[in-house]
């Protein structure tokens, strides 16, 4: 099972908007909603953000948004703020009962 | 509140065997799979794999047959990852993730601080 598809690295100022994809295959993202999405900033525990493609758990900030078309998911940051420079990884269920990660995306706040 | 705490960490010899240990405290143990994942240094997340901790029955992603064993004991409330013939290339942090199902569902959501494992001679 090859690794979800992210870009290396995206960056924003403060305030702005991005975007980070999330590129799969039928096999995965594209054939379940279980997309997911985490942020580890270094030397720490991954946290969850969002989970079933755009759900966000009690207590995650409405700034973290999800959505998914086709084989790719995309997670937005909206008002970037300094503390979300971290690095960011979705993970899909697959075809094959099993997990795969994203290969992780390094979000700089110029 | 959910906790996951891992064992410290780990500086082994290559061949070794090492047992890292998550315990769980906060939920219904046997009603959440643990997920186990490997992070290697300045790389990325890797899934290892799940464990029903109430049937029992682990699954293992294709790079973590063999050698890498799931286990727990629900009387302690804790998940242990067994890694049996240690190579190099197993350096590592490893971290123990509750699902958010009794099976391996694909999301978790409360995560172990991580247990880092050395392999030098």
Not at chain 2, 23 to 33: D, L
Not at chain 2, 42 to 67: K, S
Not at chain 2, 71 to 96: K, M, P, W
């Amino acid at each position: 099972q090859s690794a979800l598809t992210q870009p290396a690295s995206v960056s924003g100022s403060p305030g702005q908007s991005i975007t980070i994809s999330c590129t799969g295959t039928s096999s995965d993202v594209g054939r379940y909603n279980y997309v997911s999405w985490y942020q580890q900033h270094p030397g720490k525990a991954p946290k969850l953000l969002i989970y079933d493609v755009s759900n966000r758990p009690s207590g995650v900030s409405n700034r973290f948004s999800g959505s998914k078309s086709g084989n790719t998911a995309s997670l937005t940051i909206s008002g970037l703020q300094a503390e979300d420079e971290a690095d960011y990884y979705c993970s899909s269920y697959t075809s094959s009962n099993t997990l795969v990660f994203g290969t992780g995306t390094k979000v700089t706040v110029l | 509140q959910v906790q996951l705490v891992q064992s410290g960490s780990e500086l082994k010899k290559p061949g070794a065997s090492v047992k890292i240990s998550c315990k769980a405290s906060g939920y219904s143990f046997t009603n959440y799979a643990m997920t186990w994942v490997r992070q290697a240094p300045g790389q990325g997340l890797e899934w290892m794999g799940w464990v029903n901790t109430n049937a029992g029955n682990p699954t293992y992603a294709p790079d973590f047959t063999g050698r890498f064993v799931f286990s727990f004991d629900t009387s302690v409330r804790t998940a242990y990852l067994h890694i049996n013939s240690l190579q190099a290339e197993d350096g590592a942090v490893y971290y123990c993730a509750r699902d958010i199902a009794r099976y391996g569902s694909g999301t978790v959501d409360y995560w172990g601080q991580g247990t880092l494992v050395t392999v030098a001679s």
